[in-house]
């Protein structure tokens, strides 16, 4: 992760054009993609993205922002956000059973 990075607190997940999937965890990736991999140069919603996220990365604009700007962009490019549930994560050590809350 670049040291200007601002990390988003829900990474965003996007179907790509091909039918690939690809994660983003914060505003600089995002901004890479949207400045050297765009399938589509013109935009509203692509240009928006790119200032909000360069305003991130600045400190000017709140991340949260530049995310929803990006999700935008990506839409508009037919590149759909992909929802991933935060309750159905996949236990990480199968040896150790799940922490559940009790009613």
Same mark, same amino acid.
């Given at each position: ?13 996007i ?26 140069r013109? *935009? ?9 996220? @360069?305003?991130?990365? =600045?400190?000017?604009? %709140?991340?949260?922002? !530049? ?8 839409l508009?490019? *037919?590149?759909?956000a992909?929802?991933?549930?935060w309750?159905? @994560?996949?236990?990480? =050590?199968?040896?150790? %059973?799940?922490?559940? !809350?009790?009613?």
């Amino acid at each position: 992760m670049p040291l200007n990075d601002v990390p988003w607190t829900r990474p965003v997940t996007i179907r790509l054009q091909c039918g690939l999937e690809r994660t983003f965890t914060g505003v600089y990736d995002a901004l890479d993609f949207l400045e050297n991999e765009w399938p589509l140069r013109n *935009g509203e919603r692509h240009e928006r993205a790119v200032k909000n996220c @360069r305003g991130a990365i =600045n400190g000017v604009v %709140p991340a949260v922002l !530049a995310r929803e700007a990006f999700i935008a962009a990506c839409l508009e490019a *037919g590149m759909p956000a992909v929802m991933v549930s935060w309750k159905a @994560r996949p236990n990480r =050590n199968p040896m150790r %059973p799940q922490r559940t !809350a009790s009613l």
